[in-house]
């Protein structure tokens, strides 16, 4: 039983740092790598850094592009930037309550989770961009005037993205064969509503509790939270919890030591562009090692370029504490998600909740 249990230790260490094998195209991560950077580039060159960093946020959206049809592929990425789009405007209007905040992103993470499964889009990243610019959004600085401005922003960065991965499919479909499509699991609808209902819960909290600890950017606890709630199984949420500390550590520690050697706004502007490229081509092979760099890169595109070489170690002490806040919240919800009691008790609580409603009528 020892050796057993041992063995299997050993197995779950080594699929900590195991490369794995990946069919994703060399020049994919390239594409994200650009829809992130160039609107950076752009917001330097124009003396606008912030707007530059809202549409490189929202290129993100890009990472949806994921069918073997070009039709398939557009009408996913306009959809999903609408979507953004949507979620993003909701959250600055709601931003101006940390209680009201919470109650809208749970409700919204509640409502993302269980239209993408009924729309088979349960693939990653799933519902986690949708989430993620909704909580920057939350956690901006309250100004009505300034709503349409940053609306603008961001729906410059989808046009981008969908303009450049129309030109992308164009030249790389026809050259590839079509790669089989992914099939989705069926679950029962009263399971999909109980882990919607979780993950809204899980998520709102997360973000209150950021809040009540007046925490500097309190959209780092949510954005990690769903990142960890990202696996599938209570195994796969505690490693990727893991892989999220580890990397995230020695992220930091990459992070603090570049932003002592004070680099200048291109630099980390050219730097975003390496950044996705690397992250792309890691997240399907290592999501731990892949952490690391998505650390620094989310270091430089959420904080401003005065925090950035102002203070670097009390910026990089922050991130650590909202990090490892949000990981543990996230790994609590995952266990919540994937416990098979909980999931039985809730969805047999539901089906006798619809046969009582049913006779009444």
């Known amino acids: ?21 990946s069919d994703r195209r060399w020049d994919f991560p390239v594409l994200a790598g650009l829809c992130v950077g160039i609107p950076m580039l752009a917001g330097y060159l124009t003396g606008n850094l912030p707007g530059g960093k809202l549409a490189s946020m929202a290129g993100l959206v890009i990472l949806y592009l994921q069918s073997s049809s070009v039709v398939v592929r557009m009408i996913t990425l306009m959809s999903c930037s609408f979507g953004i789009l949507v979620s993003f405007s909701l ?6 309550n ?19 499964y009924y729309l088979k889009m349960t693939r990653p990243p799933g519902n986690f961009f949708f989430i993620m610019v909704a909580s920057v959004a939350l956690c901006m600085p309250y100004d009505v005037r300034l709503i349409p401005e940053k609306i ?38 009263y399971v999909n509503f109980v882990e919607s209902v979780t993950f809204g819960l899980t998520v709102g909290l997360s973000l209150l509790v950021a809040q009540l600890l007046k925490l500097q950017n309190p959209y780092w606890v949510p954005t990690t939270c769903m990142a960890v709630m990202q696996g599938v199984s209570t195994r796969h949420v505690w490693q990727r919890s893991l892989q999220r500390v580890i990397g995230t550590l020695l992220g930091l520690g990459l ?28 997240v399907v092979r290592n999501y731990g090692i892949a952490v690391i760099f998505i650390t ?27 990090i490892v806040l949000g990981s543990l ?33």
């Open 296 to 322: 620094i890169l989310t270091i430089f595109l959420a904080e401003s370029g005065a925090s950035l070489t102002a203070n670097p170690t009390e910026l990089i002490t922050a991130r650590l504490l909202d």
């Open 91 to 96: 959250g600055l209007l709601c931003g101006f």
């Open 98 to 116: 940390p209680f009201v905040a919470s109650a809208f992103l749970g409700v919204l993470a509640f409502t993302v989770h269980l239209v993408l």
């Open 1 to 21: 039983m020892d050796y057993r249990k041992s063995e299997r230790q050993f197995f779950m260490v080594k699929e900590l740092f195991e490369i794995k094998k």
């Open 329 to 361: 919240i996230g790994a609590f919800g995952g266990w919540m998600l994937y416990n098979e009691r909980l999931q039985d008790v809730a969805t047999r609580q539901m089906r006798k909740t619809k046969i009582a409603l049913t006779k009444r009528r």
């Open 152 to 189: 603008g922003y961001v729906a410059i960065g989808t046009m981008l993205s969908c303009t450049l991965g129309l030109v992308y499919s164009i030249l790389t479909l026809s050259k590839t064969k079509s790669a089989a499509e992914v099939i989705s699991v069926d679950k029962n609808k």
């Open 255 to 282: 992070a603090w030591g570049i932003l002592l050697l004070k680099p200048t706004l291109l630099v980390m502007a050219l730097g975003i562009i390496v950044l996705q490229t690397v992250v792309e081509w890691l």
